[in-house]
């Protein structure tokens, strides 16, 4: 609660245009941003840039753009912020893939999927660490898989949002573009898929 007044404090001071509250609300955000990079950075331009580039080029443009946002706030902060630094991962990731795209004939896609250590980290997340016997090893090889492969994009993008990227439900409802409470039911409903296939091995019956 503290950082949402803190938030809404400096908001109120960049919209009465005191331009030194700028500097100041970016930088209690800028752990985020960076973990949005580094959560979705694609594993074939890893190492071509500086995930602290690409923030430093989200900050500098939410910078440009607050005075507007804090007037009229159309949406809440943090998935605005979001917005500009997926933006400008994106630009990049098409701009180090293209010449990969037309020699491959592969299309770019316009969404970020997960790395592989964004992957293992949500493996991490929701299974429980059981050692590192060569079965629980594979298990969690099949989980990582079936992440990916059988749950739905829709459902995925929940969980990477709650626990990858720490977000709340009524931010990851923003950014998704439904209600607090669908987006609740689309929580539990992943949850609910995944603890399934642990336990059994398969999902998908609505």
Known sequence: ???HNDTHQLLERIAEGQSTAINSLLERFRARIRNIVE???D???RGRFDPSDV????MVEAAKRLPDYARERPIPFYPWLRRI???RLLDL???HLDAARRSVRREISTDLELSGASRQSLVNSLMAPDGDSPSVVQRRREFAQWLVERLSHDDR???VLRYLEQATNH???VILGISDNACAQRHVRALRRVRNFLNEGEVYND
């Open 55 to 58: 923030v430093q080029d989200a």
């Open 43 to 45: 594993d074939r331009v």
């Open 1 to 3: 609660m503290k950082t």
């Open 157 to 159: 993008e929940v969980l």
């Open 85 to 87: 630094a997926i933006d």
């Open 171 to 173: 931010e990851a409802a």
């Open 39 to 41: 959560v979705r950075i």
């Open 93 to 95: 990731h098409r701009r």
